[in-house]
């Protein structure tokens, strides 16, 4: 079997990978790189030229994943698409948001924007075919038994991650390959852990997005919601209110579902929370999956039961930093023209306010440069705006939905492959889980691919 790791550079960007068996071809994700733009966002697709394409395979609808998939269809009529339902409903939604982005942009980045258009994305969709959990298909989307010695079948596996999310088993040639996609293998406060295979894989694909950092001493899940709620307790004592800055897709819903536990267990007053449109929709589509998906808390509607006020980028306008109430408002990176940003600008030298970080931000994202800055500091989270004095509380808190590289050095070592690639990480990242292997498992071969070369699986 041959493999291309179709990003640009080893980091986590625009994921996306190739897999060849014979004549039989399939890419695994076809993400957008957040921060680049135009062409340079999308994946290695010139890679591709030449070789057989059959299949397209999503293992989750986060835009690292999902944001070049109409490009790539445009460039491979062909090939058939294949995901689990919950990330096509995602993945729709994502991608028309999108387009709206890359719309409002156009200007900025040139004639080329956007990238793919609504209607693209329309046609794009209704090609989805949607695959169950633990069902082998083959690349034509017929189901079949596992025919590991013959034809190129796939099979998702749940992740854990975000709705929807699965790692993806792939058999050919009589051998296994693993590709975990983004995975979480303890349960969050709404989606529960993954479910993956442990034996029998020959090559392991594993992403190592913490790679970098280790697990804080003592930490537990229970432990950190308790200091968040009592994070969220001392600003309303000062007459603050608090700025969440969080994705829509995955982030949004965990902290819902966790501010349910909170008022429920008068760990914080039964408090207005205001959330994004994005959000909304996506909240949306959790509740509707929430019985027919994995979760910790099977029977909690989260419109209903939590009743978020949205706000949207034409109200974010009027709407003041009011005391005593949770505004839980993406992006997650603080971008600017964001409902965060925006709002962050009316928090941020006023001293009875909080911003409470729940994951994981870019450095240079206005939300890394915020979680960096001195009390009084000058900062500019628009260069547009002009710069403020910080002066509001800030606190960060680990609630990432992405395995711990403790985690995934354990998953490793339980499937011992032959071969592991590293994929999904900073170099860093990459290199801290390339050394913890290969000195735990020595028979192993530890693969770093370098972007845009074909090596042998
Ligand atoms: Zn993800
Ligand atoms: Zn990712």
Redesign the pocket.
């Known amino acids: 079997m041959k493999f291309i790791n179709l990003t640009r550079r080893t980091e986590i960007g625009a994921n996306c990978y190739y897999l060849s068996s014979g004549e039989q071809g399939v890419v695994l994700d076809c993400g957008m790189h957040p921060k680049e733009e135009g062409e340079m966002a999308l994946p290695l697709l010139a890679a591709l030229a030449g070789r057989p394409v059959d299949a397209l395979l999503l293992s989750?609808a986060?835009l690292?994943?999902v944001g070049s998939l109409p490009v790539l269809m445009r460039q491979q009529p062909q090939a058939r698409i294949f995901m689990t339902e919950p990330t096509a409903a995602i993945g729709d939604a994502l991608l028309h948001n999108s387009v709206n982005v890359m719309t409002r942009e156009r200007e900025e980045v040139g004639v080329i924007y956007p990238l793919f258009t609504h209607r693209e994305t329309d046609r794009a969709t209704d090609r989805w075919q949607h695959c169950p959990l633990d069902q082998p298909f083959t690349v034509d989307g017929e189901r079949s038994p596992a025919r590991p010695d013959n034809e190129l079948s796939f099979e998702f596996r749940e992740a854990g991650?975000?709705l929807g999310?699965a790692g993806i088993l792939l058999r050919a040639e009589g051998r296994t390959v693993f590709y975990t996609?983004?995975v979480n293998f303890d349960d969050l406060t709404l989606l529960k852990g993954a479910v993956f295979p442990e034996s029998g894989i020959d090559v392991l694909i594993i992403e190592t997005t913490r790679g970098d950092s280790p697990l804080p001493e003592g930490y537990s899940r229970a432990a950190e919601e308790r200091r968040f709620a009592e994070a969220i307790g001392r600003a309303f004592a000062r007459g603050g209110c608090v700025l969440v800055p969080v994705f829509a897709l995955?982030k949004t819903q965990e902290l819902l579902a966790m501010l349910y536990k909170f008022k429920r267990a008068k760990w914080i007053e039964d408090v207005p929370i205001y959330i994004g449109g994005l959000s909304s929709k996506m909240t949306e589509i959790y509740d509707r999956r929430a019985n027919n998906t994995p979760r910790v808390l099977p029977r909690l509607q989260l419109f209903p039961e939590v009743a978020p006020f949205v706000l949207n980028g034409k109200t974010i306008a009027d709407a003041p930093a009011r005391p005593g109430r949770i505004y839980a408002l993406s992006s997650g990176m603080m971008t600017p023209k964001t409902l965060s940003n925006i709002f962050a600008r009316r928090v941020l030298d006023r001293p009875e306010h909080s911003i409470l970080f729940v994951g994981y931000s870019d450095p240079e994202s206005p939300a890394g440069v915020l979680r960096k800055a001195q009390p009084n500091e000058l900062i500019s989270l628009d260069e547009d705006e002009p710069a403020r004095p910080f002066r509001c509380h800030l606190e960060q808190f680990q609630f990432s939905?992405?395995a711990s590289r403790e985690s995934i050095l354990e998953y490793i070592k339980k499937v011992a492959p032959k071969k592991v690639v590293l994929v999904h990480g900073d170099p860093r990242a990459v290199e801290w889980t390339r050394a913890a292997t290969a000195a735990a498992l020595p028979e192993t071969e530890v693969i770093v691919p370098l972007p845009g070369m074909e090596i042998e699986l």
Do not use: I, K, P, T
């Open positions: 989750h986060h690292d994943h991650h975000v999310a996609g983004d995955g939905a992405h």
